[in-house]
């Protein structure tokens, strides 16, 4: 399962800190809830892109005794199953929906001048499906602006709310990705009967 690391900050700062198991350490299992802290169980690699930095980043991970699952604890600032960060995807949805940019220069703002323009579709795909989750599931968090759509509407809110604040409530109280889980994912990945009484409220 992943979680979200409880940190706020730089990628640096975030290298720096992971060295300390203790720090973030659970203080119990979020799969079986038994009450026990888990155990520091090693790291995982992933690679991530952001406006300043392009490499690998470790994952801390966790142990739970009792159910014997893991827990990842994911920096706030990266998707789920997504290289690139929230950042350079917001800057990029940003300027290609909101400002109306081409696709060429919404990768000049996201800072990825040369990034293949499919990429860019393929985020664009994955948000307008997603668009109207979101929307639901952050108006508890903003006052929702008339917009012509959407799209447009769910754009106006990240901004207001700010992306990486946004994802920390989505994904931590609500399991919503920002672009959609992977379809083979969706079962685990969003509480439907939540976003379904959102919609309603
Ligand atoms: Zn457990």
Redesign the pocket.
């Known amino acids: 399962m992943q979680s979200l690391h409880p940190f706020r900050g730089s990628i640096q700062e975030y290298l720096q800190e992971l060295s300390d198991p203790d720090r973030y350490r659970p203080n119990h ?1 979020p ?2 809830h ?1 009450p026990d802290p888990l155990r520091a169980h090693g790291f995982y690699c992933r690679t991530v892109v952001d406006v300043q930095y392009d490499g690998s980043i470790r994952v801390r991970r966790y142990l ?1 005794l ?2 014997r ?1 893991t827990v990842s604890l994911l920096p706030e600032f990266v998707l789920p199953y997504l290289r690139f960060c929230i950042q350079v995807i917001g800057l990029f949805l940003v300027s290609r929906l909101l400002s109306r940019r081409t696709l060429r220069e919404a990768a000049g703002a996201a800072l990825q001048p040369n990034m293949p323009y499919q990429r860019g579709q393929f985020w664009i795909r994955r948000f307008q499906q997603q668009a109207t989750a979101v929307c639901a599931a952050l108006a508890s968090l903003t006052t929702v602006v008339p917009a012509r759509d959407f799209l447009t509407r769910a754009l106006q809110m990240l901004e207001a709310i700010g992306w990486i604040p946004a994802h920390r409530f989505l994904f931590a109280q609500l399991r919503v990705h920002l672009l959609g889980w992977p379809r083979f994912l969706v079962p685990q990945g969003c509480c439907f009967h939540r976003l379904a009484a959102l919609s309603s409220s």
Do not use: V
Request: aromatic letters at 0%.
């Open positions: 299992c799969l079986c038994t739970c009792l159910c699952r």
